[in-house]
C-alpha cells in the first residue's frame, strides 16, 4: 500500500509562485507514474502535470510554460513548482500514483490565489 501526502499549498497573490509537494510512503516509488490533479469547487477535475517513471513529463495546456513536474526518487517525492499564479488555478490539488491496474491518491492541498 502506498500513502500520499502533499504539502505546500497557501494563499498567494496573482503572479505568485508555490511549490507543492508529494511524499509517498513505500519503497515502489520509482516505478509509479506520478501527476497532479486539481478540482475546484463545482467543476469537475483536472490532469494538471504527469510525470512517468522514466521522466517524461506532460502539461495540462491551461498550465504549460507557468508549472513544472519534477520527481526526486532518492526522497519518493514529486514536486510540482507553480509560478505566474493566476486566480484560475484556484482549487485543491491532489498527487495521485499509478501502476498497471493500481491508483494511489493523495487527500489534497489548497492552493488560493487572490487577484
Known amino acids: 500500500q502506498v500513502q500520499l501526502v502533499e504539502s505546500g499549498g497557501g494563499l498567494v497573490q496573482a503572479g505568485g509562485s508555490l511549490r507543492l509537494s508529494c511524499v509517498a510512503s513505500?519503497?515502489?516509488?520509482?516505478?509509479?507514474?506520478m501527476a497532479w490533479y486539481r478540482q475546484a469547487p463545482g467543476k469537475p477535475g483536472d490532469l494538471v502535470a504527469l510525470i512517468t517513471s522514466n521522466g517524461s513529463t506532460n502539461y495540462a495546456d491551461s498550465v504549460k510554460g507557468r508549472f513544472t513536474i519534477s520527481r526526486d526518487n532518492a526522497a519518493n517525492t514529486v514536486y510540482l513548482q507553480m509560478n505566474s499564479l493566476k486566480p484560475e488555478d484556484t482549487a485543491k490539488y491532489y498527487c495521485r500514483g499509478t501502476i498497471g491496474q493500481k491508483v494511489y491518491w493523495g487527500r489534497g492541498t489548497q492552493v488560493t490565489v487572490s487577484s
Open positions: 513505500g519503497s515502489i516509488f520509482s516505478t509509479l507514474a
